[in-house]
């Protein structure tokens, strides 16, 4: 589903590789989705650097992407999952 050495992926693929099914009692509130599925769009610089240095069999040549992470929220959660609740 994913392919190439570009990471982070595009976020508007997103949905596509992550879902969320709630089953609850109460309906799921945007605090309770903003509590677990938040993005830290340096957070996920930082794991994905780390991941290239240190696992060089899965990710050493990984092509970093600015531009995609420039995408990605600060501390918030992505509305292309949002749209998927």
């Known amino acids: ?5 570009l990471m982070p992926q595009n ?4 949905p ?4 969320i099914c709630y089953i609850g009692a ?10 677990t599925f938040h993005v830290q769009c ?6 994905l650097q ?3 240095t240190h696992n060089l ?4 040549d990984i092509d970093v992407v600015n531009g995609h992470l420039a ?3 600060v501390n918030e959660v992505p509305q292309e999952l949002l749209a998927t609740l």
């Open 1 to 5: 589903m994913i392919n190439g050495h």
């Open 26 to 35: 109460t309906k799921l509130t945007i605090e309770a989705v903003r509590s």
């Open 57 to 60: 069999k899965y990710y050493g």
């Open 50 to 52: 780390w991941l290239k």
């Open 11 to 14: 976020i508007s693929i997103l």
């Open 71 to 73: 995408l990605l929220p």
């Open 42 to 47: 340096y957070a996920v610089a930082e794991a």
């Open 16 to 19: 596509s590789v992550l879902s």
